[in-house]
């Protein structure tokens, strides 16, 4: 094994839990990821071992990756995805063309002002920005330059639309479902996330952790 390398991360666990598991196994004091995937997400995370690999994780963020989200209209989420408390928003209950759709995701490709979510690890005057709306607090996120190389309709059938997406680094996909929806007046939300590859790791040949493992380190878990 590459002291750099893909690890599949399913669905549930952080993916600092996820390092954790992987700590347990190398019996390696030195572990890092480049690109957090969220608890619901799964798919690629890139892993380095040691002190020189993760030194290297820094270019691994930066490099291209490739999702394939659900999206779910017709609803919004307060955390943009399925663990936020969720309503029905302007014209959510009404089918949307895919002729529409068509045309409002063209507005999303290539580089654009997007706002991360305000459930997300982006510091707000050192702190976390997740960790201040647990808190109650009233958080207010700037936009930000990214890059979305491609967007590709997968499948579509009221209310779940389907997508492949090609992106630069820092893109949050949660952001994307979030505007593609409002674009569409429908609102919206990541119902379902898999990162299939970052830069030349491809799910394909990523490494899967013992499934007793996870369940495992899942019964005492870390809340972030």
């Not at 991360?9 to 969220?38: E, F, M, W």
């Not at 647990?134 to 779940?160: F, N, Q, T």
Request: with cysteine; proline share 4%.
């Amino acid at each position: 094994m590459s002291d750099i390398f893909a690890v599949y991360k399913p669905k549930g666990p952080t993916s600092r839990q996820v390092l954790n598991q992987i700590q347990k196994i190398t019996r390696s004091r030195k572990v890092g990821h480049a690109g957090t995937l969220d608890p619901l997400a799964e798919g690629v995370l890139v892993v380095g071992i040691g002190r020189e690999a993760t030194k290297q994780l820094a270019t691994a963020v930066q490099k291209e990756k490739e999702y394939l989200a659900k999206i779910r209209l017709g609803m919004i989420s307060s955390t943009d995805d399925e663990e936020g408390i969720k309503k029905y928003e302007g014209t959510g209950q009404c089918p949307v063309r895919t002729e529409n759709i068509e045309k409002v995701i063209k507005k999303f490709v290539g580089k654009i002002m997007q706002t991360p979510p305000v459930y997300s690890a982006v510091k707000i005057k050192g702190r976390e920005a997740y960790k201040r709306a647990r808190k109650g607090e009233e958080v207010k996120m700037r936009p930000r330059a990214v890059e979305i190389k491609k967007i590709e309709i997968l499948k579509y059938k009221w209310p779940y639309l389907e997508i492949k997406v090609v992106t630069g680094p820092g893109v949050y996909i949660r952001s994307l479902a979030r505007d593609i929806g409002r674009e569409l007046k429908t609102g919206g939300y990541l119902a379902g996330l898999i990162r299939t590859r970052v830069g030349e790791f491809d799910i394909k040949k990523a490494v899967e952790i013992d499934k007793i493992g996870i369940c495992n380190f899942m019964q005492n878990p870390v809340i972030i």
